[in-house]
């Protein structure tokens, strides 16, 4: 693991520490946190001699997001005692129907809007995340968004909940989206480790059409007019990189018909068998010919045409999908 991570992994397991040793000192006979602190001054060890984030068996480093989830461990995958692999499983069944249950309901939380959605994991868990809310103070307003956290596995999933978290509650304090994205911003950074960061679009639209829209780092917005897809490019860096930073919004405005497209890098960043990348610009092609559909059909042509390319080649990623269209 990187230098950084390390050191807060470090920090941590020395906090932890300090609990144990209160906690036992109130009951000194508790097994179990006796031999936690002994789990724990084993991982400071391994720490100290250059062997933390190896498995004790091969030898071989750790799956990272699992070290991130779990500081203690002694195991890579391939390792797993038959009782750890179970336990694991039942670990990542329960959190894909967390994150499954954390899922926007599949209509529009605003009249005068068509949505429509595709979430895809890759695995069990995913970093993708997509929702949509109406705004509680001006239910005249919805807010959207749709997001990718840097990595995959475990860590990534757990990141992404919390990003899911973060957000739910600053709409409810109606914020302007430039305060609502930096305040989100600076509460991410204090959970996220060194190197880990969100890309993400996110806005609010009216019941009249107009877009107020924030892009963190991701993939270009797509606005699918009839005669023309318009890009939206990121005007800021990712969530998490750094605590301060200005977040400047662009504003739009969709007429009967239009949609915004937006997407995570499952989708562009899919190869055929020739190991083509399926690309932004195929993309916008694709979207030109779907000009003016409602916004179901749109989604379903997208994922039509990537199955088409991609043919049996393997996906790289998980892949997230959001259509608004402003009815007709």
């Given amino acids: 693991m990187a230098p950084p991570e390390i050191d807060f992994l470090r920090d941590q397991l020395i906090d932890r520490r300090r609990r144990l040793q209160t906690a036992l000192q109130a ?27 190896l498995c004790e068996i091969c030898q ?7 070290l991130l989830s779990d500081p203690l461990l002694r195991y890579c995958l391939d390792h797993l005692s038959p009782s750890e692999r179970q336990a694991l499983e039942r670990d990542l069944e329960l959190a894909a129907q967390i994150q499954s249950q954390l899922l926007p309901p599949r209509e529009s939380p605003l009249e005068g809007w068509e949505v429509a959605y595709n979430y895809q ?7 993708d995340y997509c929702d949509l809310m ?17 990595g995959k596995g475990v860590a990534s999933s757990m990141l992404m909940t919390h990003l899911h978290a973060i957000f739910r509650s600053l709409v409810r304090v109606h914020l302007p989206l430039e305060d609502m994205v930096a305040m989100a911003n600076r509460i991410f950074c204090e959970s996220a480790l060194a190197g880990q960061y969100a890309t993400l679009v996110c806005g609010r639209a009216t019941r009249t059409g107009e877009i107020e829209l924030h892009n963190a780092g991701h993939w270009p917005a797509l606005v699918v007019r009839r005669g023309s897809v318009e890009r939206i490019d990121s005007t800021n860096v990712p969530l998490g990189m750094f605590p301060a930073g200005q977040f400047v919004a662009r504003r739009i405005q969709l007429h009967a018909g ?21 690309g932004l610009p195929r993309l916008m092609e694709m979207l030109g010919t779907l000009a003016g559909a409602p916004a179901e059909d749109v989604l379903a042509g997208c994922l039509r045409t990537l199955a ?11 892949l997230t999908l959001l259509v608004l269209r402003r009815a007709e």
């Fill in 308 to 318: 088409e390319f991609r043919q049996d080649a393997r996906r790289p990623d998980d």
């Fill in 121 to 127: 994991p890759m695995g069990l868990v995913s970093g």
């Fill in 60 to 66: 071989e480093p750790i799956e990272r997001d699992r």
């Fill in 134 to 150: 109406a705004d509680p103070q001006q239910p005249d307003r919805m807010f959207f968004v749709l997001g990718d956290v840097a």
């Fill in 27 to 53: 009951t000194p006979d508790n097994s179990s946190l006796t031999e936690l602190l002994a789990e724990v001054d084993g991982a400071l060890a391994r720490m100290q001699q250059g062997r933390y984030g």
């Fill in 258 to 278: 239009e949609s915004l497209f937006l997407y995570t890098d499952g989708l562009v960043e899919t190869r055929n068998p020739a190991g083509t990348e399926f």
